[in-house]
């Protein structure tokens, strides 16, 4: 077990660990297995060590619902566990988020440990002490904040993946290289494509650790959302998002909507003179190195601005979007309905 840092969060730290095994953690001095509930679905429940207390839930973005959070939150009822309980959420970002959120309110809240096993888990869900549910069909509409006392990252868990959540995660981390200063995850990402999409390790732990740097010197500034500083991170997630809720949640994963988000949002700040075509261009090449696609179009443009107007980013009724002036420079700025049409 190889710890890399810590993040702090107000009164909150998370410690993060690189693991080769799920097994090595029952050897910590906080584990105690009578006490602990262990989360994932039937993709990451091979990752459990035998004997634990189990909760198994089902995949994908369909199951970030109240149905899970009941059946959680009944488990740990059924196995007795109280308030000096740990919950470890063992999978991608949808076990992340449940088990974060059920960790947040079951018995006025327990303690936290992840275990994320997609590369977007790894460099987006488990890190920041987001929670989040679906609701009335909008993507996290209720959640809270939860930091989780542990995260424990184990690479070879990416070797399992298919190639589209592979490329899932990448598109987060690609979101990251844009909002450094200084331009070295984007310079590792443009060197060494093919090697990082076979997953070469040596690779996935520089692009994953940089990533959650990134992530780390905006959540710690800024923990809850209140002074604009975190927003930054949602770039691309404003346009990402509705186009996942137009898609029914289901037609597009994460990675793929955020990084054509980022392409819309770098399309809006250049027609607003904001920054430069070759920055765009820079950025726009990058992506489709990894085959995203930036020139899907919205036929049902009405739903995509009505679902526009439920991101948590609006102030006064204004959609406000993350746009770019350069490298590692950003603002937040509300863009009508009008402008946003000729962008999607």
Known sequence: MEKLFRTTLKQNSTDLYLINDSNEILSLSFYNNKNTLWVCDKNSIRYLPQGVNTILIDEGEEAKNLSSVEKIVKGAFDYKLGRDAHFIGVGGGVVCDITAFCASVYMRSVALSLIPTTLLAMVDASLGGKTALDLLNIKNLIGSFYPAKNIFLNINSLETLDQRQFLNGLGEVLKHSLLTKEDRLTLIMEKYPQEILKREPSLLKEIIIESLL?????????????????????????????????????????????????????????????????FVKRYKNLFKTYAFNLDLKIKEKDKFIEALKHDKKNRDSKIRFVLMEGQGKYLLKALDEQFITTLI
Request: avoid cysteine.
């Open 214 to 278: 990134v992530k780390k010197s905006f959540i710690e500034e800024d923990p809850n959302e209140l002074k604009g500083i975190r927003e930054a991170l949602n770039l691309g997630h404003t346009f990402g998002h509705a186009l996942e809720s137009v898609g029914g949640l289901s037609q597009f994963n994460h990675g793929e909507a955020v990084v054509w988000g980022v392409g819309r949002a770098l399309e809006a700040s250049l027609k607003l003179n904001l920054i430069s075509e070759t």
